[in-house]
């Protein structure tokens, strides 16, 4: 992938921003206010990366990944390479742990803290996921808190984004109908 940039393209909820480097994406950033915004959440705490009109192919194909994901289409994004150098080892567990949720199912922070050995661990995860450089292809918004609760959500629009892009990938619960299906009377 180079020595690194960053660019920012349009999805079907507002601009998005990706930054990478050698091994890999270093940060992905979901839309802010505006574009000035997005980029500036992108950029915070990255070594300074010039913005690059036309992105590194494997850079252009997680582009595309994301923009279908969140038009829509059933992605899990899996193939795309993290750099998770700057994350601490409990991070890269909870982020592995979530990058295994497809598209349209749900966890909660709970579950998450089970599959990792120690259920008391439940806040850790949220906080972990809070601080997710790597959304949407790590897929925190499909973690939720406890009893089907939505939780929290730090990109921009909040809670409100979360629940959009659940409702993009018609989220279910198990055998329940989805988040979003009309339920027979």
């Not at 915004?37 to 990366?49: A, D, I, V």
């Not at 619960?173 to 027979?184: I, K, Q, R, S, Y």
Request: aromatic residues 4%; proline residues 9%; glycine residues 14%.
């Amino acid at each position: 992938m180079g020595e690194g940039g960053h660019a920012l393209f349009d999805t079907a909820i507002g601009v998005c921003g990706i930054a990478w480097g050698p091994g890999g994406i270093v940060a992905v950033q979901l839309p802010e206010s505006d574009a000035a915004r997005t980029r500036m959440r992108l950029l915070k705490g990255l070594p300074e990366s010039p913005e690059e009109p036309v992105p590194p192919a494997e850079v252009q194909a997680a582009i595309e990944g994301i923009r279908a994901l969140l038009g829509g289409e059933t992605r899990d994004l899996r193939e795309i390479a993290l750099n998770m150098d700057r994350l601490t080892p409990f991070q890269r567990d909870v982020y592995a742990m979530a990058r295994g949720i497809p598209p349209g199912q749900t966890l909660t922070y709970g579950d998450v803290a089970r599959a990792l050995g120690d259920p008391g661990l439940a806040r850790a995860v949220g906080q972990a996921l809070g601080h997710n450089p790597f959304a949407p292809i790590v897929p925190c918004h499909r973690v939720l808190a406890a009893g089907a609760r939505s939780g929290g959500f730090s990109a921009g629009g909040g809670v409100a984004t979360k629940l959009r892009m659940l409702q993009i990938e018609r989220a279910r619960f198990g055998d329940a109908p989805g988040l979003f299906d009309e339920v027979p009377s």
